[in-house]
């Protein structure tokens, strides 16, 4: 009797080449815009064909990261949260230790490069918690081009302190009055100003979403995070981590995280927002209670009504605040290949709380979702096992929100 | 032939061009649409644009997206749309009737669902904003299947290719957007239009619709000697929204804005 061929790592179809040609992850991404859009889609996928090849490209990238943002970011052990929890010993990627306090630089950057190749003068950005459009302001900053920030009135309200940090820089902030007035209506406001200026423009989006290259790019600009990850688990572990575990709003920081681990074998844990808790329907958490849809250039998993109308979101963290997911998580959660679940806010305020306290380290509330996850994992696996949380953002931005949560106005 | 090809026929054998005015369908309220259609056809109109509203009209500028917020605040759905098409069709049966909207209501409704439902309520022509035949959703073939005409956009920014691809799977008319940017934006530059359908036509024998940006009568004339069709939307839409409170004054303004257009696009083709 002959054995069934085990098949291995080396035969099985790599994970890391996706999207197709056409921006397909499996059924998800792809190009649903108006034609009045197509044009300058295609323009920006040549350009960045053309340049994520281009060794001068790559190497103002790199230098920039590591003279700019000040990469690599280290890898820290959490002892003391380690030694609260019980288990695998939890290891941070100091996202947060990141030019501007978050990993969205690492993106706006690269875009800002591409940008100033494509001779484009002004770079636009939409923004919920204010994270990006402080990364796109800093960059247009940095290489001199006009900064328009597209950021919902509610979520002005809430993030007023970035929104003047913007203004320092040197952008305008337009106020978006549309529908929920969030981040989705902040992204419709963007892609209008990009397609009637779309000869000076370039639109910075600041998630792995949007119309193909988007999805892809944005995840390239990223990858590093993972890519050092790996190199630092392998020189201070002698091996690679058993499980990683990020936040998952549109996706980015946790793409950037497991991309260079997809055809490994670790485990990968994508944490959305539950808000108030699945049954409340007050969430984010498109990936475990939403279905396929078209929104905003891709298809993906949304929050939609029967109708089709995208519903409105909830989160105490406004960076995981949107409908939709980048179109790679939804093709990763149907092959099952990452592990999606939910913390509730409650949750990820105890996983502030306690990061700050047991290690000095006061995490964004987006990072906090993560984190809580983490915690109630490391518990479960031997302390011989270790993981990596991606901690994508500092939380010097939330005091208020955390403040306003425990009844004390600043 | 359809109902699209007929009317297009008859436009072309009279030298005439086609006015299509576009609403949002249940802007200011569900009970206005129908009556709303009847006057448009009555003022002139020679096909029908019915907007399906939908939460993030990405395509649209800030006159037609209030419209889509003034209609969903009354829960109008693609349902309701299909129910109001089926209701004026019980007194003009001759006026094509595109619906105009985005992809995520028809998937929600199911596809193959939609085809058959519009074909009942006697839709002519689908116009999925971001939907490019790129994406080959099984949609435009389905609607070809039931009788109804898919209709796509064509944009300065449209490549040879493109265009060409386009042209083949549209069916009806193909829509050319005047300029870059979003419904209702200003600048529109006529010379140009006239440039660029000819390029269109050279790939084309569909009629060939021009819009976004045809914000007045004068707009409409001079386009009236270069395309097949014009299209207007946000200035009908405005004048939704200025007199939507009062149902009578509503009819007797949009009326009279499209009869003008009717007077200025005949007078400039004598």
């Known amino acids: 009797m002959s054995r069934p061929i085990e098949k291995t790592a080396s035969f099985r179809e790599s994970l890391r080449r996706v999207p197709d040609a056409n921006g397909h992850f499996g059924a998800y991404g792809g190009r649903f815009v108006a034609e009045t859009l197509m044009g300058p889609v295609e323009e920006l996928r040549l350009a960045y064909e053309k340049y994520r090849r281009d060794a001068e490209f790559q190497t103002e990238l790199q230098r920039d990261l590591r003279d700019f943002v000040g990469r690599p970011s280290p890898l820290y052990l959490a002892q003391r949260l380690t030694a609260e929890c019980r288990g695998a010993r939890i290891y941070l990627k100091r996202e947060d230790l990141d030019h501007t306090g978050a990993h969205k630089i690492n993106n706006a950057l690269g875009q800002a490069l591409l940008a100033k190749r494509m001779r484009k003068t002004r770079l636009i950005a939409e923004t919920g918690a204010g994270q990006h459009g402080v990364a796109t302001a800093t960059v247009a900053a940095r290489f001199g081009f006009e900064c328009v920030v597209y950021m919902g009135e509610e979520d002005m309200r809430r993030q007023a302190i970035n929104v003047y940090r913007m203004k320092l820089l040197g952008a305008r902030v337009v106020p978006v009055t549309s529908g929920s007035r969030t981040l989705k209506d902040a992204l419709n406001e963007a892609m209008r100003d990009w397609v009637a200026n779309v000869d000076s423009t370039f639109y910075v989006i600041g998630t792995v979403a949007g119309p193909h290259p988007y999805p892809m790019m944005v995840r390239d600009f990223h990858a590093c995070i993972g890519e050092e990850t790996r190199r630092q688990a392998l020189s201070t572990e002698g091996r690679l981590p058993d499980a990683l575990v990020a936040c998952v709003g549109g996706g980015s920081n946790a793409i950037g995280l497991f991309h260079a681990f997809l055809d490994d074998d670790v485990k990968l844990y994508g944490v959305e927002a539950g808000g108030e808790g699945l049954a409340s329907g007050k969430h984010a958490a498109s990936l475990s209670a939403g279905r396929s849809g078209v929104l905003h250039g891709n298809r993906t998993y949304l929050l939609e009504d029967a109708a089709g109308q995208i519903r409105e979101t909830h989160s105490i963290s406004a960076g995981l605040d949107y409908p939709g997911v980048g179109p790679e998580h939804a093709w990763l959660k149907d092959i099952g290949r990452v592990s999606y679940d939910t913390v509730t806010d409650v949750q990820a305020l105890q996983a502030f709380h306690a990061l700050t306290r047991h290690e000095g380290i006061m995490p964004a509330l987006e990072s906090a979702h993560a984190l809580a996850y983490a915690m109630q994992l490391a518990p479960h696996m031997p302390p011989q096992q270790f993981l990596v949380v991606n901690l994508s953002g500092r939380g010097d931005k939330d005091i208020h929100t955390v403040a306003s949560h425990q009844g004390i106005e600043l | 032939m359809s109902r699209?090809?007929?009317?297009?026929?008859?436009?072309?054998?009279?030298?005439?061009?086609?006015?299509?005015?576009?609403?949002?369908?249940?802007?200011?309220?569900?009970?206005?649409?129908?009556?709303?259609?009847?006057?448009?056809?009555?003022?002139?109109?020679?096909?029908?644009?019915?907007?399906?509203?939908?939460?993030?009209?990405?395509?649209?500028?800030?006159?037609?997206?209030?419209?889509?917020?003034?209609?969903?605040?009354?829960?109008?759905?693609?349902?309701?749309?299909?129910?109001?098409?089926?209701?004026?069709?019980?007194?003009?049966?001759?006026?094509?009737?595109?619906?105009?909207?985005?992809?995520?209501?028809?998937?929600?409704?199911?596809?193959?669902?939609?085809?058959?439902?519009?074909?009942?309520?006697?839709?002519?022509?689908?116009?999925?904003?971001?939907?490019?035949?790129?994406?080959?959703?099984?949609?435009?073939?389905?609607?070809?299947?039931?009788?109804?005409?898919?209709?796509?956009?064509?944009?300065?920014?449209?490549?040879?290719?493109?265009?060409?691809?386009?042209?083949?799977?549209?069916?009806?008319?193909?829509?050319?957007?005047?300029?870059?940017?979003?419904?209702?934006?200003?600048?529109?530059?006529?010379?140009?239009?006239?440039?660029?359908?000819?390029?269109?036509?050279?790939?084309?024998?569909?009629?060939?619709?021009?819009?976004?940006?045809?914000?007045?009568?004068?707009?409409?004339?001079?386009?009236?000697?270069?395309?097949?069709?014009?299209?207007?939307?946000?200035?009908?839409?405005?004048?939704?929204?200025?007199?939507?409170?009062?149902?009578?004054?509503?009819?007797?303004?949009?009326?009279?804005?499209?009869?003008?257009?009717?007077?200025?696009?005949?007078?400039?083709?004598?």
Do not use: W
């Not at chain 2, 069916?171 to 239009?193: H, I, M, Q, W």
């Open chain 2, 4 to 270: 699209l090809a007929e009317r297009f026929a008859e436009l072309r054998r009279a030298g005439r061009t086609a006015l299509v005015p576009y609403i949002t369908a249940g802007d200011p309220d569900k009970s206005a649409s129908v009556p709303l259609m009847h006057v448009l056809v009555k003022a002139g109109a020679d096909v029908l644009e019915l907007g399906v509203p939908f939460s993030d009209p990405m395509a649209d500028g800030p006159v037609i997206q209030r419209a889509c917020e003034r209609a969903l605040r009354h829960g109008t759905t693609l349902a309701d749309v299909l129910a109001m098409v089926r209701e004026f069709r019980h007194k003009d049966t001759r006026t094509p009737v595109v619906l105009m909207g985005y992809l995520n209501p028809v998937e929600a409704f199911g596809t193959e669902a939609f085809a058959a439902a519009t074909a009942e309520a006697g839709v002519d022509g689908v116009l999925t904003v971001d939907m490019p035949p790129e994406e080959a959703s099984p949609l435009a073939g389905l609607l070809r299947a039931r009788g109804i005409d898919p209709v796509f956009l064509l944009a300065p920014t449209t490549d040879a290719a493109r265009l060409q691809r386009i042209c083949e799977t549209a069916a009806g008319f193909v829509y050319y957007v005047t300029l870059k940017g979003v419904t209702g934006a200003a600048n529109l530059d006529v010379a140009e239009v006239r440039r660029r359908l000819e390029v269109v036509r050279r790939a084309t024998r569909l009629p060939v619709g021009v819009g976004f940006g045809v914000r007045d009568a004068r707009t409409a004339a001079q386009l009236a000697g270069v395309a097949d069709a014009v299209v207007v939307g946000s200035a009908i839409v405005d004048r939704v929204a200025q007199f939507g409170h009062r149902r009578a004054e509503l009819l007797t303004q949009v009326g009279a804005f499209v009869s003008e257009l009717r007077q200025a696009m005949d007078a400039a083709r004598v």
